[in-house]
């Protein structure tokens, strides 16, 4: 039978005399040898090369061969490499030992060179098979076993304990320097998790899961360290972890890894995986699953019924536009609306996008919803002659469907264009400035108004009013809320008011709820006042004359008087 040049075997005799005996033997196989003296220079060695089939001998000075394949059948990596024993001991209990310790043939010196070469020949062939399955089950770059094998391992084992790691920014080290740097951060990632786990004579299966994600398996964690909390426990790695620096050729680079503690789950690794994207999104170093899971997996199976009830909504034509009244503090009278979104319930109760909005981003239906309110805002303020504001995200300025649809409402409707007024939500930070200038810059082409709202929290700023000079600046709710009883909160919305003021932008005070806040904006100066003081929003375009009833009566008065 051939050999591939790269079958290697690992020749592990304190005599170097035996082991050029066995490598004479064996000459005419065209195998590639490996040479070690005892028990732990084989440990290393084979971490190192990954033989296909070891030779061990019985008696050897530092650790003898016993020793040695115990130790290597309690690494994944080596459970299923054939190991030979050929040693001078042949007594029954020597080769019961052998196997109990994981050899799987013994040969008793001298031997039989055809024995030795047929043995070698069977082996190897089971190597090769085992290699085969190692495609399947390791990581071809750090050869580490895989997700397959976790899962493996996790089917036949109940109440496993796992630690889930990601390198902290992987991606980007892949991204900046390149796939090779990335995997040899991986590869020194994986020898220090093995050099520390022995530090601590804890016995731990690795496993390397994904690119920059590993978990570690732990035999008996309660046996081996039940008596550390696993709070403490994730506190201890990663501290180590992060004092940690691996050398990247002419850099070094600082490790730092994420942590998720896991146990007692029929589902162990996707779960872990849960919390660990939780654990990121929180910013933290660790999370233990089990005290965040439960409540993990309610909020999700709420926001996939939400994420149902908007698409059904949206199906059954349930997204409809409110409309709030905006008060001309100078005129003393409604000029304008915002259009706020709402979703009918099945049962006709009509749902805050509060409750639903974030689920639509997650269920990919924003957009949908953005594009359904503008077709109907344009369709009902063809016949209004009043001013209207529209919500826009970043997302819905990114996104080319929604500026498609935009545009072509507004070419359709000239007439309309003049009066509308986007309202540009700052409530995510705008990836690039570009897009955003110049959709404002296209959109003002047609005449349309440009308003900042929540200016005052966020990711709104001076420089950006002045680098876009909108039309309207709306001042946020908790700045206005407090500026009866807050002296910041009054000096604050006094600054916004008169640093607009003189680049001729015009400011709303928002979430104005009652009287003592609307007198305060006035004192101030704002030019536009919205909230329930005002009105509430409504489904139709409610006004003072139209809809008294639906009007705070001091407002009325104040009306009255002004």
Known sequence: MKHNKLDTILVVDDLRTNRMVIKKALEKENY???????????????????????????????????????????????????ILMLSSLSDEASKLKAIKVGVNDFISKPFEKMELIQRCRSYMDIAHINS????????????????VALRQTLSTKRGATIVLMRIDHFRSVDAFYGEEYARILEKEFVKYLIS??????????????????????????????????????????????HSYEIALDKFSYDVSATLCFASGSDCLYEDAGFAMDWVIEQKKNYVVMNEVI??????????INKVHMVKKAIEEDRIVPYFQPIYDNKLGEITKYETLVRLVAEDGKIISPFFFLDAAKNGN????????????????????DSEVTVNLSYLDMASSQVSDKLFTLLKENPDTANRITLELLEDEE?????????????????????????????????QRIMRISPDFVKIDGSIIKNIVTDKKSQVLTSVIHTFSQSLNIKTVAEF??????????????IDYTQGYFIAEPHDKLVTLQSHPALFHAKLLEGVSQS
């Open 132 to 147: 085969r399955y190692v495609l399947t089950t390791r990581d071809p770059y750090t050869k580490m076993p895989n997700l």
């Open 196 to 241: 520390y786990f022995q530090s601590l004579d804890l016995m731990v299966l690795c496993y390397h899961t994904a690119p920059g994600e590993f978990v570690v398996s732990f035999e008996d964690f309660k046996r081996d360290i039940g008596h550390i909390a696993p709070h403490e426990f994730c506190e201890m790695l990663h501290e180590h972890i």
């Open 294 to 303: 439960d409540q993990l997996k309610a909020e999700t199976k709420e926001n």
């Open 430 to 462: 705008i990836e690039n400035d570009t897009v955003f200038e110049t959709f404002i810059q296209k959109v003002r082409e047609f005449g349309v108004k440009i308003a900042i709202d929540d200016f005052g929290s966020g990711y709104s700023n001076f």
């Open 512 to 525: 104005v709820s009652d009287e003592d806040i609307f007198r305060k904006v006035q004192e101030i100066g």
């Open 32 to 82: 590639h040898f490996i040479e070690a003296g005892n028990g732990q220079e084989a440990l290393e060695l084979a971490l190192e090369h990954q033989p296909d089939v070891i030779i061990m001998d019985g008696l050897m000075p530092v650790m003898d061969g016993f020793e040695a394949v115990k130790t290597l059948r309690t690494l994944e990596a080596f459970k299923r490499t054939p």
């Open 365 to 384: 239906y924003y957009l949908q919803i953005t594009m359904i309110m503008l077709e109907k805002v344009f369709a009902i303020f063809k016949y209004v």
